[in-house]
């Protein structure tokens, strides 16, 4: 069992099985690569309603490979819980990651949000860009946990794209768990997502069930 308090390590040398916070969340699979990981409880706003919920750094990114499958994955679960609505949603647009950095190709499309949505009864549009992490990070500006989503140029493209389309976009994240199945799930408008790190007092007010199909009114998406 994890301690209380303080910081646990598991040594660089030793491979990582499946860490569990109370609850029985997976916050880490096995990785390829042996890493550091430090593990410390946390206790504040939101997160009091998640009890001891497990706050992760890790010391360097896992492969590309994996963070790409990841991201695939979680786009296929957010898009699903639009689809299970067949009767009010339709995916308009839904963008592919079909550049290749190691050979400096980029396509242009893959800036913009990952998922365009009409909602079928009055013909709106909106944007979806879906973010999965595997655990919060702590911020050393509030000392506490903080979701990191973007870089400054990639939220800065996302508002052009809002602009220049005329359609609200949200970010839709999924923390812990697995990206077909995350433990937290948070959907915020663009225009609350200011800033690369999103504090607990933004997103918990925007915490949904991870599992329920999406609802829109008034131009708002829950």
């Known amino acids: 069992m994890l301690p209380r308090q303080g910081v646990w390590q598991k040594d660089r040398k030793q491979g990582l099985d499946d860490l569990f916070d109370d609850f029985g969340h997976v916050y880490i699979r096995k990785f390829k690569k042996p890493k550091l990981v430090c593990i410390k409880l946390l206790s504040m706003g939101f997160l009091d ?17 994996v963070n790409y499958q990841k991201g695939t994955d979680f786009e296929a679960h957010v898009a699903g819980l639009f689809t299970r609505r067949s009767d009010y949603f339709a995916i308009s647009d839904w963008t592919r990651d079909n550049h290749d950095k190691s050979k400096g190709i980029y396509v242009e499309s893959n800036t913009n949000p ?59 994240v999924g923390v812990g768990g697995s990206p077909k199945k995350p ?17 607990p007092s933004v997103f918990e007010k925007y915490e949904r069930d991870p599992g329920k199909t999406f609802f829109w009114r008034d131009g708002m998406l829950k």
């Open 49 to 65: 309603k998640l009890a001891k919920t497990l706050d992760l750094w890790l010391a360097d990114e896992e492969a590309e490979d």
């Open 183 to 199: 433990a937290t799930m948070f959907c915020i408008p663009l225009k609350d997502a200011k800033y690369p790190e999103i504090f």
């Open 114 to 172: 990952d998922l365009v949505i009409r909602y079928k009864p009055t013909n709106e549009k909106f944007a979806v860009e879906c973010k999965y992490r595997s655990g919060f990070y702590r911020s050393q500006k509030i000392n506490g946990p903080v979701v990191k989503w973007a870089a400054p140029d990639q939220i800065k493209r996302y508002n052009a794209y809002s602009r220049s389309n005329r359609i609200p976009v949200f970010v839709v």
